[in-house]
């Protein structure tokens, strides 16, 4: 399997007036930049076969933008899991994809960097923090259980400028 990690595109920040914390949208420039971000993802990315996200707004929108940048699309799959961090539900879901599939999922810090932590069997998510709208992709040849491979972690700025290549 290989799974790509994507953190939330720019959001409204925390503590904003009129916005509850679960509520916070990205803001319009956070939308412009993931949506040139996403171009260089499907650059560099197979089409997913699964895009899970949470159902925060911030996230679910960075998966709907993520969604349509690669060719033929892919509908968002809702798992409340990548909402508060849950990695057994995380990994139940992961473990009933194929092996030989491409997964996404689209969540929040620090979650995100726990799940990258602990894939690689690294007790030091802290130094695995993703920057807003920046993805990881790991080879997990042997499933969730066996751990897996680093192939790249791309902030959002490099991702950017990989949507001008060609």
Do not use: C, Y
């Amino acid at each position: 399997m290989k799974l790509l990690i994507i953190r939330h595109a720019t959001a409204v920040e925390r503590g904003a007036p009129g916005f509850a914390d679960d509520d916070r949208p990205l803001t319009p420039e956070g939308e412009k930049r993931f949506r040139k971000a996403a171009k260089g993802l499907a650059r560099i990315t197979p089409r997913p076969d699964v895009l899970f996200t949470s159902p925060l707004p911030r996230a679910r929108r960075t998966a709907e933008i993520a969604a349509r940048a690669w060719a033929g699309g892919v509908e968002p799959v809702t798992l409340e899991a990548l909402a508060r961090g849950d990695m057994d539900g995380l990994a139940e879901a992961l473990g009933s994809r194929g092996g030989e599939e491409n997964v996404a999922i689209v969540g929040h810090e620090p979650h995100v960097s726990a799940v990258l932590a602990r894939l690689l069997g690294s007790a030091h998510e802290s130094r695995l923090s993703f920057r807003k709208g920046g993805a990881a992709l790991l080879d997990l040849p042997g499933g969730l259980g066996d751990g897996g491979q680093l192939v790249w972690f791309l902030p959002p700025k490099v991702l950017r400028a990989l949507a001008d290549q060609g």
